[in-house]
């Protein structure tokens, strides 16, 4: 039986690789994508992960979603697992905020999760199988006071996620939105040539950790399609909400 494959396009040092390793952990040929792909290549050298594939890619440009899929498809086939992880924050007043970094916003954070999420559909549709999951926030829920710029992106994200399993899940593509709700926290240090800032175990109750997120990930697309999720929340135990 062939090996899975999985795309994880919005790869930082925290979730995105985290959802890396761990679809890495289970065999999945693993392609990883990012704006900056020498951050990439670091993480992948740190990490000592040869066999994943890095890409560059700008969620916001048609052209370089588009050229993403056909590579990744080249190289892995088509993924049975895409995930999309892209967004940009902008926190500031609305009467501060500028025109350009709130329509930037929405282009990472929504945009983005379009175009990723219907080049991901064409390809999956022909086999009839896949999942398609999106990152959420809190914001996605409720848009709180000097976040307009990263709540207008998530609430369309979720509208789109919405869409998009009332009109695939029929055809036998799985979609869902996870909504975290807390802060994440690294193993990456700045330098990756470092020693991280958290050691195992010392990281503290009120923020999750990449790797916890990333099971849940992993656990939506092993989910058997009588009892698919469309959406979930995480957050830490401690968490008020």
């Known amino acids: 039986m062939a090996a899975e494959s999985a795309l994880i396009v919005g790869v930082g040092a925290g979730l995105g690789w985290g959802l890396v390793e761990r679809f890495t952990t289970e065999g999945f040929k693993v392609a990883a994508a990012a704006r900056q792909q020498k951050r990439l290549f670091e993480f992948k050298q740190f990490d000592r992960l040869d066999d994943v594939a890095c890409f560059a890619c700008d969620v916001t440009v048609e052209d370089d979603v588009e050229k993403l899929f056909v590579e990744v498809v080249a190289q892995h086939g088509v993924p049975d697992v895409v995930v999309f992880n892209a967004g940009n924050l902008v926190i500031g007043e609305v009467t501060e905020l500028s025109a350009e970094d709130f329509e930037y916003s929405w282009r990472v954070g929504c945009l983005g999760g379009f175009l990723v999420g219907r080049a991901a559909a064409r390809a999956m549709l022909?086999?009839?199988?896949?999942?398609?999951?999106?990152?959420?926030?809190?914001?996605?829920?409720?848009?709180?006071?000097?976040?307009?710029?990263?709540?207008?992106?998530?609430?369309?994200?979720?509208?789109?996620?919405?869409?998009?399993?009332?009109?695939?899940?029929?055809?036998?593509?799985?979609?869902?939105?996870?909504?975290?709700?807390?802060?994440?926290?690294?193993?990456?240090?700045?330098?990756?040539?470092?020693?991280?800032?958290?050691?195992?175990?010392?990281?503290?109750?009120?923020?999750?950790?990449?790797?916890?997120?990333?099971?849940?990930?992993?656990?939506?697309?092993?989910?058997?399609?009588?009892?698919?999720?469309?959406?979930?929340?995480?957050?830490?135990?401690?968490?008020?909400?």
């Open 126 to 241: 022909e086999r009839g199988s896949g999942t398609i999951l999106f990152t959420g926030a809190t914001a996605a829920l409720r848009g709180g006071a000097r976040f307009a710029g990263l709540a207008v992106p998530k609430f369309g994200l979720r509208a789109l996620s919405q869409s998009m399993a009332r009109e695939l899940g029929p055809k036998g593509i799985h979609v869902a939105h996870v909504i975290i709700d807390g802060g994440i926290t690294s193993k990456w240090p700045r330098n990756p040539n470092k020693p991280a800032g958290f050691q195992q175990g010392d990281v503290p109750d009120s923020v999750m950790q990449p790797a916890d997120i990333a099971e849940i990930y992993y656990r939506l697309h092993r989910q058997p399609r009588s009892t698919w999720s469309q959406e979930m929340d995480l957050r830490p135990w401690v968490e008020k909400f």
